[in-house]
């Protein structure tokens, strides 16, 4: 069980998330991520990676995002709101092209992110 955070902590991990994927820089969002994080995206098998959607380990992530901005030059993200709980934060924001996503960022008592999990409308 993780330890609690701090919500205000929280807050700002989302944020500087935020700000991370905005300078672009890959490197620099991996710092946030822990070595074994697990992620999850319907984006992960539409880009022909692991068929189940999900990734394991900084390396998986790398490659699978490594990817994704090579075919997204104009990636921004735009924070709409954050939620957050003892043990995670929720980044609601809108991408570039008008999507609004919300990416579930379970933290580690480290306070590094252990899981995540990209979430797009249904429609």
């Known amino acids: 069980m993780s330890q609690h955070h701090l919500p205000s902590t929280l807050a700002a991990l989302g944020r500087t998330w935020v700000e991370a994927?905005?300078?672009?820089?890959?490197?620099?969002?991996?710092?946030?991520?822990?070595?074994?994080?697990?992620?999850?995206?319907?984006?992960?098998?539409?880009?022909?990676?692991?068929?189940?959607?999900?990734?394991?380990?900084?390396?998986?992530?790398?490659?699978?995002?490594?990817?994704?901005?090579?075919?997204?030059?104009?990636?921004h993200f735009t924070l709409i709101d954050l939620f957050v709980?003892?043990?995670?934060?929720?980044?609601f924001y809108e991408n570039e092209r008008g999507k609004r996503i919300c990416e579930y960022l379970r933290v580690n008592d480290a306070g590094l992110i252990a899981q995540g999990a990209a979430n797009h409308l249904a429609h």
Request: charged share 25%.
């Open 21 to 75: 994927w905005n300078t672009r820089d890959l490197e620099r969002v991996l710092t946030l991520y822990d070595e074994d994080t697990v992620m999850t995206s319907d984006r992960i098998p539409a880009l022909g990676l692991d068929a189940s959607g999900t990734v394991r380990g900084k390396d998986a992530l790398r490659a699978y995002w490594g990817k994704a901005l090579a075919l997204l030059p104009e990636l």
């Open 85 to 91: 709980s003892p043990d995670s934060v929720v980044v």
